[in-house]
């Protein structure tokens, strides 16, 4: 392991470690793994921590930083499309996807949290009918188990989500 002292551009100083980390599966080229921290124990950890990451898990959280919401969608409705579901079908989940789009298109899908996530079908569910608000769930469940199988994410930020009723429909 190799470890620095560096300045950040704000004059700070820092401690970069860079070590080898497990080759790249498709292509057997070797990966530097480099993390900064505010003491060079606490870079050392973070550099262990992501090899270890990425060795049990096969799991790179840098990936999942890169790849934005719309990016990922996108690759989740091509192979959708493949499994034969009928061409209605693929037509609703590409309005699903726009209405999501609209709200965390450029957001790195490794960013969105169950809060997040929460807020955004909260935001929506007055503007639609329910059953598209569930709709928009379901399809964005199905981007994030894609998501995980890809190892972008390790959890499906739309699991557990509240699908809000709408107020005074059924008050006496």
Known sequence: MYCEEIKTKSGQKRWMCVEDGPRDPATGKRKQIRRRGKSKGEAKKRVEAAIRSLEEDMFDENMGKKVPF???A???LEIYTLTGVKRSTIRIREKE???LNRFI???PIA???HAQ???LISTIAPKFARTTVQGVNTTAGMIFRQAIKDRLIKHN???DVVIPKK???WKK
């Open 105 to 107: 298109a450029k957001t």
């Open 70 to 72: 719309e990016a990922a």
């Open 157 to 159: 930020p739309s699991e």
């Open 97 to 99: 996807i726009k209405i």
């Open 167 to 169: 107020a005074g429909l």
């Open 111 to 113: 960013k969105i949290t």
């Open 117 to 119: 996530y929460q807020k």
């Open 74 to 76: 996108k690759h989740w």
